[in-house]
């Protein structure tokens, strides 16, 4: 997958295969290893298989309330004996080792079939970055936006466990590194820095982020931190 620079490109869509939902999609969580559906409290169907969760009863709503569900998820629905069906989001973190894809669902490119990672179609999937100005210390700080929902719990640089501040944000107190997710597109910033709001790539739409209770833990650090800002 290519990293395009889309600092001057307003029309960049990061899924362009896909549309950005008109209602915001309630039915997964922004943390992998929660079991209880954060919006009505029912327990996660874990389709073991594929290693992904899901909520069925936010789930059937979404369903019954919008048509051509494909139009907005790249999602395969598995049918199963005595009429019952899982459903398989690509949009989400998968267990691409009990999954062998085949294809790319929305455009037919092909794949490797003999791969364990969680891979998505380079034309239709496209990861970009930014350098923006931070609102609350003027400092320019790198934004990676993925195309896709980042459920993971722990840092992928420090490994350790992420503060989860919101049912879209979390941020790992070491490193600095903030995540926003949009739940109307599923897709993920990923904030080398603070700031306190982020924006869609794909809906546009502005995220404040909450920093009020973020501490580093050591206070230093965050006088370094927080005393930049003017
Ligand atoms: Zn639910
Ligand atoms: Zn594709
Ligand atoms: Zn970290
Ligand atoms: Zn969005």
Same mark, same amino acid.
């Given at each position: 997958m290519d990293l395009v620079n =889309?600092?001057?490109?307003?029309?960049?869509?990061? =899924?362009? /295969?896909? #549309?950005? *939902?008109?209602?915001?999609? =309630?039915?997964?969580?922004? *943390?992998?290893? %929660?079991? /209880?559906?954060?919006?009505?409290?029912?327990?996660y169907f874990y389709n073991i298989n594929y290693g992904q969760?899901?909520?069925?009863?936010? $789930?059937?709503?979404?369903?019954?309330?919008?048509?051509d569900i494909k139009s907005y998820l790249d999602v395969y629905i598995e049918n199963l004996k005595y009429d019952k069906y899982e459903l398989r989001f690509r949009q989400i973190p998968y267990n691409a080792y009990f999954y062998e894809v085949d294809s790319c669902k929305l455009?037919?490119?092909?794949?490797?079939?003999c791969t364990k990672e969680f891979i998505l179609c380079s034309d239709c999937y496209r990861i970009s970055f930014e350098w923006i100005e931070s609102t609350l210390t003027k400092k320019?700080?790198?934004?990676? +936006?993925?195309?896709?929902?980042?459920?993971? %719990? /722990?840092?992928?640089?420090?490994?350790? #466990? $992420? #503060?989860?501040?919101?049912?879209?944000q979390k941020y790992c107190k070491y490193c600095h590194i903030f995540y926003t997710g949009c739940r +109307?597109?599923?897709? =993920?910033n990923v904030i080398f820095g603070l700031t306190d709001q982020s924006q869609c790539k794909k809906c546009r739409r502005v995220t404040s982020i909450d920093i009020t209770n973020i501490s580093s833990g050591n206070s230093d650090l965050d006088d370094f931190l927080f005393n930049t800002t003017s």
């Open positions: =889309t600092k001057n490109e307003y029309s960049f869509d990061p =899924t362009p /295969k896909l #549309k950005s *939902n008109p209602i915001p999609l =309630t039915f997964v969580s922004f *943390n992998r290893v %929660d079991d /209880k559906c954060f919006y009505c409290g029912e327990e969760s899901y909520c069925k009863k936010c $789930l059937s709503r979404y369903i019954s309330e919008t048509t455009c037919g490119k092909l794949f490797c079939k320019l700080i790198p934004i990676i +936006y993925l195309p896709w929902w980042n459920n993971h %719990d /722990k840092c992928r640089v420090c490994s350790s #466990k $992420l #503060k989860f501040t919101s049912d879209c +109307y597109c599923l897709t =993920t």
